[in-house]
């Protein structure tokens, strides 16, 4: 049972544009929702973090919207540059027992100069 | 000098091979975990760490096994290689309350 459901898969889009990135989740327990970039070649590293008190948090040029009732959250790039090219993750993990992150099936995005 | 590393970086070995993949952290974290990294099915836990003496199995622990040597050191083992274990492997680390996890460079396994 996949308990994160993320997507596109992949994902294409100009210089300036907005890329959106969705994820499911199934467990009404999980309290804690991150999104991960990986470039090639390296780790994931994280790029920012929610949780389900608030409905959107911004840092920089990236931003989370968080939807409780729909069970549902996506990352916004604004002004995307081709820097950001990389492999995005969403994942979520609730607070007690393990902590331990569940991972979706991330979304290779590519941004044309 | 990286944070948390891993090594090798790459490794072809044959089938039936016994494998050991090694990481080692200078963060001082507690908690270490493996994951493997297939294209389209994203990361997957294979085994966790939450200190020394505590080694639980992750979602797809079947054909590994893992040592905690130490706080800073957790090595993954393959204990009879199989070319369907041929993934890019992680190691990462985070901190007991923390949840962020800090993510090794990665090793490139290839079963042949």
């Known amino acids: 049972q996949q308990q994160v459901k993320q997507s596109p898969q992949s994902l294409i889009v100009q210089k300036g544009g907005i890329p959106i990135i969705n994820c499911a989740y199934e467990?009404?327990?999980?309290?804690?929702f991150p999104w991960y970039q990986q470039f090639p070649g390296k780790g994931p590293a994280l790029l920012i973090a929610i949780r389900p008190d608030v409905s959107e948090k911004k840092e920089g040029r990236f931003t989370i919207s968080f939807n409780k009732s729909a069970k549902q959250f996506s990352l916004h790039i604004m002004d995307s540059q081709p820097g950001d090219s990389a492999t995005y993750f969403c994942?979520?993990?609730?607070?007690?027992?393990?902590?331990?992150?569940?991972f979706g099936k991330g979304t290779k995005l590519t941004v044309n100069p | 000098d990286a944070d948390v590393t891993q090594t090798p970086r790459n490794r072809i070995t044959k089938t039936g091979k016994r494998i050991m993949l090694e990481c080692s952290q200078t963060k001082g974290h507690d908690r270490m975990y493996w994951y493997r990294q297939d294209p389209g099915l994203g990361l997957r836990l294979i085994y966790y760490s939450f200190d020394v003496k505590d080694i639980n199995k992750g979602e797809i622990s079947d054909g590994y096994s893992v040592s905690r040597q130490a706080q800073a050191k957790f090595s993954l083992s393959l204990e009879s290689a199989i070319p369907n274990q041929t993934a890019l492997y992680f190691c990462a680390t985070s901190e007991t309350g923390i949840r962020e996890q800090y993510f090794g460079p990665g090793t490139r396994l290839t079963v042949t």
């Open positions: 467990n009404t327990a999980f309290d804690y």
């Open positions: 994942a979520a993990s609730r607070e007690g027992g393990s902590e331990k992150l569940v």
